[in-house]
C-alpha cells in the first residue's frame, strides 16, 4: 500500500471556542462511521506527516477528529499552569461540543 501525504487530501481547519478560547481540529470522514480522535505529539500540530499520511486513510472508514493541542497551530493556550487530567478534560469539552459522547484514539 502507497500513503500519500498531500495536504491536498485534509479538509480545511474549523474552529470554536470551548471556555473562551480558540480550538483549531480538523474533521472528515464518514459522519455516522465510528469516531476517531487523531492526536499530534508534543511540539507539532495536526498538520504533521503523521498526519498527511494517517487522516486520508482513516476517513474512508471513520469520522476522524484532528485537534491542535492548546498552545499549538490555531488552537489557543490553556490558562496559567496546566495538567495531563486538564489536557483530557479539553479534549471532553471538545467531543462535547461536537456532540460525540465517545471516540478510539489509535
Known amino acids: 500500500?502507497?500513503?500519500?501525504?498531500s495536504p491536498a487530501e485534509i479538509p480545511p481547519s474549523e474552529q470554536l471556542i470551548l471556555g473562551g478560547r480558540q480550538v483549531s481540529f480538523v474533521?472528515?470522514?464518514i459522519d455516522a462511521a465510528a469516531p476517531?480522535?487523531?492526536?499530534?505529539?508534543?511540539?507539532?500540530?495536526?498538520?504533521?506527516?503523521?498526519?498527511?499520511?494517517?487522516?486520508?486513510?482513516?476517513?474512508?472508514?471513520?469520522?476522524?477528529?484532528a485537534p491542535d493541542?492548546?498552545?499549538h497551530a490555531g488552537s489557543d493556550l490553556l490558562g496559567g499552569?496546566?495538567?495531563?487530567?486538564?489536557?483530557g478534560n479539553w479534549?471532553?469539552?471538545l467531543l462535547d461540543a461536537l456532540h460525540?459522547?465517545?471516540?478510539n484514539v489509535p
Open 1 to 5: 500500500m502507497t500513503l500519500s501525504s
Open 27 to 29: 474533521r472528515g470522514g
Open 36 to 65: 476517531v480522535l487523531l492526536l499530534h505529539g508534543g511540539g507539532l500540530d495536526r498538520v504533521t506527516l503523521s498526519l498527511r499520511l494517517l487522516f486520508p486513510h482513516l476517513a474512508k472508514h471513520h469520522h476522524v477528529i
Open 69 to 71: 493541542w492548546p498552545g
Open 81 to 87: 499552569p496546566f495538567r495531563i487530567a486538564d489536557l
Open 91 to 93: 479534549l471532553l469539552d
Open 100 to 103: 460525540i459522547c465517545c471516540a
